[in-house]
């Protein structure tokens, strides 16, 4: 009898860009799912191409006493998109399951089409920051993240799928909400900056100012206890977020720019400048209502990770002029958050590569 394997769950992924090989390992199976016209197998990338992935893991039911709990599987589907949105620097999207608990499912198969098809987080070309390929067999590189012989802390694997969420939805939302992508970019980036809380000096969350008040109250009275209070209430978000990711990213990252023709280069020199910029702009739309989705995307010809130019202050205002030229495109931003997203797990048993370190 074919009875179906009740412990086996199986997922629907998609990603625009095409992938080839297979993942294979006592834990999961990750595979293509190949379409029956083969000729869909050699379209260039175009604002409709996607890969469709099929992943299996097993987990057999949890039998309590006088029943047999069948819990929805669901959600691994969202965090394995996480997890190979992160590592490839691709968008994927979860479908919906094919089988679980021995029960054939129907998947969702709807895509909207991809104007930003051509650049780096949806094209069939590698990231070339860290030369990861788009092969499956390298999701082992970040499998050690849900295996428990892996002694990965279990807070540090919460917080990196939290963060990695807002991620993949970034490269998801991006080509229709520019705005809103960026938002979830730097959201990633407040979530990371939290990993490191205990290492930031004085000199870095606290301007010059400050720091000559704080020495002022020092001379009084329980000074010490006064200034301790108020740094307890300074949260300093801006500035945690930019010494964290300034901290994260190495020469690596600088020498392996997405841009073409040399144009747009975000460069070591300029970095804090670029991140708080980004901070600041997303202050701007949130605070303000800035509309700058259009200055934030890259031009198709260049693949600028900075913004070129500066727009009309008549327009958009003379401080968000000045931001927005200082700022990073979705494309410097996303590879900014994703490096410092594999950098954390490379230094949290979690290697991936020897660029990272």
Do not use: W
């Not at 809103?180 to 900056?193: F, K, M, N, P, V």
């Not at 010490?224 to 010494?243: A, F, G, M």
């Not at 720019?257 to 997303?282: C, F, H, M, P």
């Amino acid at each position: 009898m074919l009875k179906p394997d009740k412990s086996l769950h199986k997922f629907l992924l998609s990603t625009p860009a095409r992938f080839t090989g297979r993942y294979l390992s006592e834990d999961i199976s990750i595979s293509i799912s190949f379409p029956t016209d083969d000729t869909a197998l050699k379209v260039d990338d175009n604002p409709f191409s996607r890969t469709y992935l099929v992943v299996t893991i097993r987990q057999e039911p949890v039998i309590a006493p006088g029943v047999i709990l069948m819990p929805n599987q669901s959600f691994y589907g969202e965090v394995f998109c996480i997890l190979l949105s992160i590592l490839y620097g691709k968008e994927f999207k979860f479908h919906g399951m094919l089988e679980s608990h021995g029960i054939n499912m129907l998947p969702n198969l709807s895509n909207s089409p991809n104007s930003c098809y051509g650049q780096p987080q949806y094209n069939s070309n590698p990231r070339k920051d860290l030369e990861i390929s788009l092969s499956l067999d390298q999701y082992g590189l970040i499998e050690p993240l849900l295996l428990e012989e892996a002694n990965v802390d279990e807070e540090f694997r919460r917080r990196i799928i939290a963060a990695g969420k807002f991620y993949n939805r970034a490269l998801s939302i991006f080509p229709s909400e520019p705005e809103l992508a960026y938002l979830d970019l730097i959201t990633c980036g407040e979530i990371l900056s939290n990993f490191n809380e205990d290492k930031y000096t004085d000199e870095q969350l606290y301007d010059e100012n400050l720091l000559k008040n704080f020495e002022l109250i020092n001379t009084l009275e329980r000074g010490s206890s006064i200034v301790n209070d108020l740094k307890s209430r300074l949260y300093q978000v801006k500035r945690k977020y930019t010494y964290n990711l300034l901290g994260l990213l190495n020469e690596n990252f600088f020498n392996g720019n997405e841009t073409s023709q040399d144009i747009g280069v975000l460069t070591k020199d300029q970095s804090e400048t670029i991140i708080k910029s980004a901070y600041d702009l997303r202050s701007l739309y949130v605070h303000e209502g800035l509309e700058f989705g259009s200055y934030i995307s890259p031009h198709r010809n260049y693949n600028n990770e900075i913004v070129i130019g500066q727009p009309s202050e008549i327009t958009v205002g003379k401080r968000a002029a000045k931001t927005i030229s200082q700022s990073p495109t979705f494309l410097g931003l996303e590879r900014m958050i994703r490096f410092a997203l594999l950098s954390l797990l490379n230094s949290n048993k979690v290697p991936i590569s020897k660029l990272l370190d």
